[in-house]
C-alpha cells in the first residue's frame, strides 16, 4: 500500500525566506506526483504535477524536483510571502495503468509565513 | 475555475439520519471522486466513478454509497449518519485534456 509522509507537519519562516517542503512516498512504480495548496476552508489547488519522467517542475517562485528512486519529492519555494501562507500537499498517482486518476495523499505541511 | 459545485456547503445532523452530498460538475468529465479530509488523516478516497453507472469503492467506503446517473452529477449517502462520519468531504473531478485534478470547495457535515 502507497504511504505518503510529508515533513514538517508545520513550518512558520520570516517573509523573504526561501524555504523547502518535503515530501516522501514508500512505492516508487508512480504515475505522477502533485504538489496542492490548501487555503483555510477552501479546496486544493494544484500547484505544479510531475510526471514520472521528470525531474522537476517549475512555476514561477515554486519549483519541484522528483527523485522516484529514492522515492522523494521537494517544493521550493523562493522569496516567500504572507500570501503563501496555506496547507500544501503532496499526492501521488500510481502507475496502475489505464487513465484513472486515483491519488493517495501526504498529510500536508502548514506553512505560515510572517510579515 | 473548473465547474465544480457541491451542496450543501454546511450541514449538520443527527445520528442515524440518512444524507445526501451532491456533486455538480459542468466540465464533462470522465472521473469523479469523493474524498473526506480529517485531521491527522489527511485526504482519503470514499468511493470514485469512472463513468454514467460507474463506481467502486475507495478505502474509506463503509457507510458509504454512491450514485451517477448523469455525467455531471455524483452523489454520497450516509445511509445512517455516525458521529466518525462528521468531516469535510471534497469531490474532484479529472478527465479531459487538461491532466489535472480539480477539487471542489468541500462539505461541512457534522453529525451529532
Known amino acids: 500500500k502507497q504511504e505518503v509522509t510529508q515533513i514538517p507537519a508545520a513550518l512558520s519562516v520570516p517573509e523573504g525566506e526561501n524555504l523547502v517542503l518535503n515530501c516522501s512516498f514508500t512505492?516508487?512504480?508512480?504515475?505522477?506526483l502533485q504538489w496542492f495548496r490548501q487555503d483555510p476552508g477552501k479546496g486544493l489547488t494544484s500547484l505544479l504535477l510531475i510526471q514520472s519522467s521528470q525531474r522537476e517542475q517549475t512555476s514561477g517562485r515554486l519549483n519541484a524536483s522528483l527523485d522516484k528512486s529514492s522515492g522523494r519529492s521537494t517544493l521550493y519555494i523562493a522569496a516567500s510571502q504572507p500570501g503563501d501562507s496555506a496547507t500544501y500537499l503532496c499526492?501521488?498517482?500510481?502507475?496502475?495503468?489505464?487513465?484513472?486518476?486515483?491519488?493517495?495523499f501526504g498529510k500536508g505541511t502548514l506553512l505560515t509565513v510572517n510579515p | 475555475d473548473a465547474g465544480i459545485t457541491q451542496s450543501p456547503r454546511h450541514k449538520v445532523t443527527e445520528t442515524g439520519t440518512p444524507v445526501t452530498l451532491r456533486c455538480h460538475q459542468t466540465e464533462n468529465h470522465r472521473y469523479m471522486y469523493w474524498y473526506r479530509q480529517d485531521p491527522g488523516h489527511g485526504l482519503r478516497l470514499i468511493h470514485y466513478?469512472?463513468?454514467?453507472?460507474?463506481?467502486d469503492k475507495g478505502e474509506v467506503s463503509d457507510g458509504y454509497s454512491v450514485s451517477r446517473s448523469k455525467t455531471e452529477d455524483f452523489l454520497l449517502t450516509l445511509e445512517s449518519a455516525t458521529s466518525s462520519q462528521t468531516s469535510v468531504y471534497f469531490c474532484a473531478i479529472y478527465g479531459g485534456p487538461g491532466n489535472t485534478i480539480y477539487f471542489g470547495e468541500g462539505s461541512w457535515l457534522t453529525v451529532v
Open positions: 466513478s469512472y463513468g454514467v453507472k460507474d463506481t
Open positions: 512505492d516508487s512504480a508512480i504515475y505522477n
Open positions: 499526492a501521488v498517482r500510481l502507475n496502475s495503468g489505464g487513465s484513472n486518476y486515483k491519488l493517495t
